[in-house]
Every structure is written in C-alpha cells, then in structure tokens.
C-alpha cells in the first residue's frame, strides 16, 4: 500500500520502520512476514524495481557528458563529487550537496541516497562475515566499551539473511572472515588465480580469495542471475544483486501489511513521559512541509547512521532532554568510517595470450593478517584486508598515441596485466569523532542542521603505512614490476561506512543501546542500521546490518506478543 501526499494525523500501526534502505528494508520485510501491520517512512522519492532505473540498459555514448559530470556539477557539489559511483548515470540516486548542506568541523564527505531502497541501490555489496576477532577486541584492549554481543549470538541470523539475500562465495575456511551460506562463487581471471597460488607460497598467513558479494550467480528468490555488465548502481533490472527494491520491500509488500509513505522528513519520535515509552513519528511533509503524526507499538530506526542519530539527538521530552536514550552522553559520540588511504599497483609479464570475458561486478579480497594469530604489531591496533583485482586495459587507454594509424592499431591491442590493491583498514571507536546539531542553522524543514567533526587519527595513519609497505613487499616477491604505493586523500566519510553514534552496549551509563538494540529507557524503540556499531571491524559491514536487524526483529515481535513492549 502506498500514502501519497496526503496522509491522517492520528494512524495507528503495529510497527513503524524509518528509512528504506538495506536495514529498513529487513526491518519491512521481517516485521511485516510477522504479520504486523507495517508503516515504512523515506524521507525521499518513491522508486519502483526496474520502472524507475532509467540508465540500467544506456549506453556511455548517450549522456551528454559520456558519464561525466560537468564541470558547473562538480563545483556546486564537492562532496558528491568525490563519490567513485556518483556520475551522470546515477546522479538521480545521490543527494546534491546544495540541496542538503550540513557543517564540517573537519573534512567529512558524507554520501547520502534519499529515495525508497537508499543506498542499497548504491552499495558495493561486498558482505564479509564479522567473526568473534572484531566483538571481542574493544574488551582486549580497552577501547570504548565491549560488544553486549558475541559472533555465536548473530551467526544464526548471518546464515539467515544470506539464504535469502543471495551471496556468492566460496567456503574459504578463514577464521578472521567465518564461512556463510553461498551460491556458486564467481571466478577469478588467470593473474588473479596466479596471485592466489603464489601468495599462499610466500606467505603462510595471506590468502586471496573471491570476494563473497550480494551478486548473484544463479537465479534466486525469483531475481537474476547477475549478467556481468557491472552497471549495479544504476539498479538492476534483472534482480542480479541484492537491494531493497529488488528484495526485501517486494517481499513485505506481498505480506499486505506494509503501508510505505515516501516524502515522509522524520522530525522526531514521540515519547510518552506517564506510559515510559516511544507512541509514534512526527514527520514533515517533504513537499508540502505539513506535520503529521503516525502512532505504532513498535519504531524500528534505519535511516543510516547519521540520519537516525540525528532523529534520537531531535526527539526531546522531560524525560530525555538531551536526545532519546542519552542518558549515558555518548549519543552523537564514537563516529567511525573505514580506512582505505593506502592504493598499491603493479605490472605482470606473464599471460600475455589471455584474458576474460565479461565484466564481473566485483573483485578479489585479501583478508586480515594483521594483529591476528602469531602476527602482533606495535604501531596500531587492530587490522585491515585488501580489495584487489587484475585487468588488462587496450593500450590505446595507457599509451601516448592520439590520432591516425598508431591509434587504431593500439584500439585492437591489450596493455599489460596489472594487479591492484586497496587498503580497508579498521578505525578506531574516538569519544570525540563526534556529531551534533547546529543551535542556530536549520535545515529546509525546520530541524536543525548537523554538524560533523570527526578525522582519522595516529593509529589510522600507522596503518595506512604499514597497508602500504606490506603491499609493495606482496607484489615484489611476486615478481611483478613498475609497483606503485601511494596514500590516498581521501577524507573520512567517502568510504561510505559509516557507523557508531548510538552504540551498543551492556550498561546505559555508557551506550545507548542494548544487546537487542533497543533503545536504553524507550524500550520500544529500536535502531539497527550503522548507528549502532560498538567499533567497525575492517569487513564491509552490510550483510552485519542486515542480521543484525533481523535478530532485532524477531526479538521485538516475540517481545510484543509477550506484552512486554
């Protein structure tokens, strides 16, 4: 069911979700298979599976800028403009910087999607497990506070999300990155392979394998399979990876209990100061700016990472005159994104007679080795993994040539094979990488207007080196040549992993959550997106989103028909 513009001021429901994206998503679909009756708030526009995906099948040839945004873009819109996926094919999936201004104490990049599915029309669908590596370190070393849960707690629900999401993979037996429920996995190209073999030679404790990705190898759950165009951020008409619109919001709409209202700005939630609990949403009409209010039993918070923080720190009463569940201090607080400022690249020789055919979305990964098992380093804590890949490129994309004959020749001929990595490194959970709202600017519909002050610090920068020298080593004892290493720029935010602010915790004098993700004193009201990340891990953190919240979910409703919320 769809609410337009129009809407009731007092509309009661089982469940409301905020925010559509890849947790809102579950949150939807679990609530609603549950049977209860489901309200979905996205603040932005409504966007139909495969009706509303108008470059999926464009060629580069017909946008204007063959892709490229030009130049008038690029300086209204720094921010954006720095995101790897934002382009002329996709800049209708993206927030403009204009449009949606907020205030950096230090450089932030944050990438926003505001349209039903978010940025799960976006993601890089890499979906590394955690295992108990990444929830038992902050208790370790005595960082920040330690995770109210352990692996053997989400596994379950890891396993859960996977056989309906549909990850390809291989069961590679690493500890660090816990064995999953896979579809076939994609191949890697010969060089790839070659690295993989000569890697576990050289080095006992590194291992290359094919990344585990929401892209699908066969048909599943009636989507795909992938066909290996890598044209996934402009959303896929095939079903052929895993998004909201595609997946999880098909399958509570075919429930009928799922109510979705786009144009719906959450400006708070409702807390009840006699009933001791959340009763509902205040929203503002994105359009028309009228305030309404939707009443539930239950709030499920997905509105990503930022933005659901942002709705706790706005949703004041006597009760909780500094944001809903803060009464520990630490909302707001510990915002984390990871680390990939290290770039190595090098040349190979070898395979000159080969290559591969089609454009597979996605690559290879190298996982952690670093402060794990006999390896103990004394320049940072924690670890990183590598994103990598080979390709060869036609030499007319390498070489000098321009015009006439020596072009067309280079048009018909490769370049050599190169190998590249990238660096995903772990950050650390800082008190003060912090956000905060502004006491003077609002935004467009009256809520006050962010502010980010957050940087990576001493143990980021030590890693980012020693991602780089362990890197370089890597490819020279492969024999490759030309081997660049580089430390990238690029600001916090831009990895678009955003997580922390609200964290889980064991005691709500420290955190603002708890092992179920509920609320601390609003025990109705639970946040299940980035938001409530207790430290960050080095894995792509998605596919943790996502059992994260199915737990909650099935937690919630049983709780609810206890009549304990």
């Not at 004193?521 to 998605?542: H, I, K």
Request: hydrophobic share 35%.
């Amino acid at each position: 069911m769809y609410i337009g513009n129009k809407g009731t001021y007092e509309h009661s429901y089982d469940a409301i979700v905020i925010g559509s994206g890849i947790s809102g998503g579950w949150a939807a679909k679990e609530l609603c298979e549950k049977g209860l009756k489901t309200l979905v708030l996205e603040r932005g526009k409504m966007v139909d599976h495969i009706k509303d995906y108008p470059t999926a099948s464009m060629h580069q040839w017909e946008f204007p800028h063959r892709g490229i945004m030009p130049y008038k873009d690029q300086l209204e819109n720094p921010v954006i403009n720095r995101c790897y996926a934002y382009s002329e094919a996709t800049e209708h999936f993206f927030v403009k910087d204009k449009d949606h201004p907020y205030q950096q104490e230090k450089p932030f990049d944050w990438i926003r999607g505001y349209q039903v599915g978010g940025k799960s029309l976006l993601w890089a669908r890499w979906t590394q497990r955690w295992s108990d590596l990444d929830f038992e370190a902050n208790a370790k070393e005595g960082i920040a506070v330690d995770w109210p849960i352990r692996y053997k707690d989400l596994a379950p629900w890891y396993s859960y999300v996977e056989k309906f999401a549909g990850i390809s993979g291989n069961k590679d037996g690493l500890p660090q990155i816990p064995d999953g429920e896979f579809l076939p996995p994609m191949e890697m190209n010969c060089l790839e392979k070659h690295v993989k073999e000569q890697l576990t030679k050289k080095f006992k404790d590194r291992h290359l394998i094919i990344s585990r990705t929401a892209n699908l190898t066969q048909r599943h759950e009636g989507r795909g399979p992938c066909q290996y165009r890598s044209l996934c951020n402009r959303g896929c008409p095939f079903g052929g990876y895993f998004s909201s619109n595609s997946s999880t919001l098909p399958a509570a709409e075919k429930t009928g209990n799922m109510t979705i209202r786009p144009f719906s700005v959450v400006e708070s939630i409702i807390y009840d100061e006699n009933k001791g609990k959340a009763i509902g949403v205040r929203i503002i009409d994105t359009n028309t700016k009228e305030v309404m209010e939707y009443f539930s039993k239950i709030i499920f918070v997905n509105g990503s990472t930022i933005n659901s923080t942002l709705i706790l720190m706005n949703s004041i009463s006597s009760r909780f005159p500094n944001g809903l569940g803060n009464d520990s201090g630490e909302l707001g607080h510990n915002l984390m994104d990871h680390n990939y400022n290290a770039i190595i690249n090098g040349e190979f020789d070898g395979f000159q007679d080969k290559y591969y055919s089609g454009r597979r979305p996605t690559g290879t990964y190298l996982a952690r080795f670093r402060n794990f098992g006999e390896d103990q380093q004394k320049d940072f804590l924690r670890g990183y993994a590598y994103a990598g890949g080979a390709s060869r490129a036609p030499m007319s994309e390498i070489s000098d040539t321009a015009v006439g004959s020596p072009l067309k020749k280079d048009l018909t001929q490769l370049g050599p094979w190169k190998f590249n990595l990238r660096g995903m490194g772990e950050c650390l959970p800082y008190h003060d990488n912090k956000i905060s709202l502004s006491k003077t600017e609002k935004d467009e519909w009256g809520i006050p207007q962010l502010i980010i002050d957050a940087e990576y610090k001493q143990n980021e920068k030590n890693m980012v080196k020693d991602m780089i020298s362990s890197g370089v080593e890597m490819l020279e004892k492969l024999n490759f040549k030309n081997i660049e290493g580089v430390e990238d720029t690029r600001n916090i935010g831009l990895n678009i992993h955003e997580m922390g602010t609200a964290r889980m915790g064991k005691d709500p004098k420290t955190s603002v959550l708890n092992k179920y993700n509920q609320v601390w004193g609003a025990e109705n009201v639970f946040v299940t997106d980035g938001a409530c990340m207790t430290s960050s891990a080095c894995q792509n953190p998605s596919i943790t989103y996502m059992a994260i919240t199915a737990r909650a979910a099935d937690y919630a409703v049983n709780e609810l028909k206890k009549m304990n919320l």
